[in-house]
């Protein structure tokens, strides 16, 4: 193997590992109302951790994707990424202003709101890993 190429994938890793660093320390998904506020600060780190652990399979087969996929892949983290944001806006949005009609319906938007936050950790971390695949291993 290429050690540039080595290089460059083992810093492809680095992004996931330090955004949880951050999040565990200083929970700025909190702070950017992506997250419940009763959420542990842990919930961010393992979003983003686990994010960084599945984008192992990528890093293997990076070099044997064509360009097009590579770049397909690119796009959809990008896309993936930004639709989980705003999913996790919107879920902020609605649970602060809505009156629920019952404790059922509340919770049911928060396990929502849970989940495309755990996909937002996760589509964070693969999408800041293709970033840097994408710029550095071509």
């Not at 890793?13 to 200083?26: D, S």
Request: net charge positive; hydrophobic share 55%.
């Amino acid at each position: 193997m290429d050690p540039k190429k080595f290089v460059a994938k083992a810093a492809s890793l680095l992004p996931g590992p330090f955004v949880a660093f951050i999040q565990h320390w200083y929970n700025i998904f909190d702070k950017a109302l992506i997250s419940h506020p009763e959420w542990s600060d842990k919930t961010g780190s393992f979003s983003v951790a686990l994010g960084s652990v599945s984008i192992l399979y990528i890093i293997v087969i990076w070099d044997e994707l064509s360009k097009a996929k590579k770049y397909r892949y690119l796009k959809y983290s990008f896309i993936v990424f930004a639709v989980s944001v705003a999913l996790c806006l919107l879920f902020h949005l609605v649970v602060t202003i809505t009156l629920f009609p019952g404790p059922v319906m509340f919770h049911v938007v928060v396990w929502l709101w849970y989940i495309t936050f755990i996909i937002f950790g996760i589509s964070l971390a693969h999408f800041l890993a293709a970033v840097v695949l994408y710029r550095l291993v071509r």
